[in-house]
């Protein structure tokens, strides 16, 4: 399965923004799919996960509330909405998709089998 993000961009705080990604290769609907980020200088960490029916998602308490992730199945795409952006959500945003055993592995990248190239969000202040 090959992972395209895209949506990335510069915006202020408090902006809007709706990254996509949209798998080929492969069914996603077959996957349980998720968002990593990574700042400059730190590890690549989790940020919303949800589940391949789509009836569960979890989320990184620094997100939650702010962000939602969704998928269409039928257009093979993920969705990461990011509202109320800060200057600490500034990163590189990764795709991703995978089958978790349990979805409390989702926050560990090493379970993760397919991943996208990233997709650069800058929030200024």
């Known amino acids: 399965v090959q992972l395209q993000a895209s949506g990335g961009g510069l915006v202020q705080a408090g902006d809007s923004l709706r990254l996509s990604c949209v798998a080929s290769?492969?069914?996603?609907?077959?996957?349980?799919v998720g968002w990593f980020r990574q700042a400059p200088g730190k590890e690549r960490e989790f940020v919303a996960t949800?589940?391949?029916?789509?009836?569960?998602?979890y989320y990184t308490n620094s997100v939650r509330g702010r962000f939602t992730i969704s998928r269409d199945n039928a257009k093979n795409t993920i969705f990461l909405q990011m509202n109320l952006l800060k200057p600490e959500d500034t990163a590189v945003y990764y795709c991703?998709?995978?089958?978790?055993?349990?979805?409390?592995?989702?926050?560990?990248?090493?379970?993760?089998?397919?991943w996208g190239q990233g997709t650069l969000v800058t929030v200024s202040s």
């Open positions: 949800v589940q391949r029916t789509g009836s569960r998602s």
């Open positions: 991703t998709a995978g089958k978790m055993t349990v979805q409390i592995m989702a926050i560990n990248s090493k379970y993760w089998d397919y």
């Open positions: 290769g492969g069914t996603l609907n077959r996957y349980d």
